[in-house]
């Protein structure tokens, strides 16, 4: 069974710096794809990074290009989201997501409960 636990989230001040973690569990973590997405309410879900299951391939969103780094440690099943130069408009609850194949576009097969980020100016 999958299970994605992230961490890291707060109430931050503008041009500051957050860093995500996600904890997965459950089989071949190595052999699949990881993202982040973003859900702010009354809002479509936005996918802001992605890596491939090698960690070598990645995809950001337009809004978060040069701002936030997605890495994954395949030894600890981790994942994170450096997130940079944050905006209040980068509020949101950030969920982990892991797709079944090693490279995706942005379709996942599974989901965390999220962690919330607040960003104040």
């Known amino acids: 069974q999958v299970r994605l636990a992230e961490s890291g989230g707060g109430m931050v001040q503008t041009g500051t710096s957050l860093r995500l973690s996600c904890a997965a569990s459950?089989?071949?973590?190595?052999?699949?794809?990881m993202g982040w997405i973003r859900q702010v309410p009354g809002k479509n879900p936005e996918t802001v990074a992605i890596i491939s299951a090698s960690g070598l391939s990645y995809h950001y969103g337009d809004s978060v290009k040069g701002r936030f780094i997605i890495s994954r440690d395949n030894a600890k099943n981790m994942v994170y989201l450096q997130m940079n130069g944050l905006k209040p408009e980068d509020t949101g609850s950030y969920l982990c997501?892991?797709?079944?194949?090693?490279?995706?576009?942005?379709?996942?097969?599974?989901w965390g409960q999220g962690t919330q980020v607040t960003v104040v100016s």
């Open positions: 459950g089989p071949d973590f190595g052999k699949n794809a």
């Open positions: 997501a892991r797709s079944d194949l090693p490279w995706t576009t942005g379709a996942f097969d599974h």
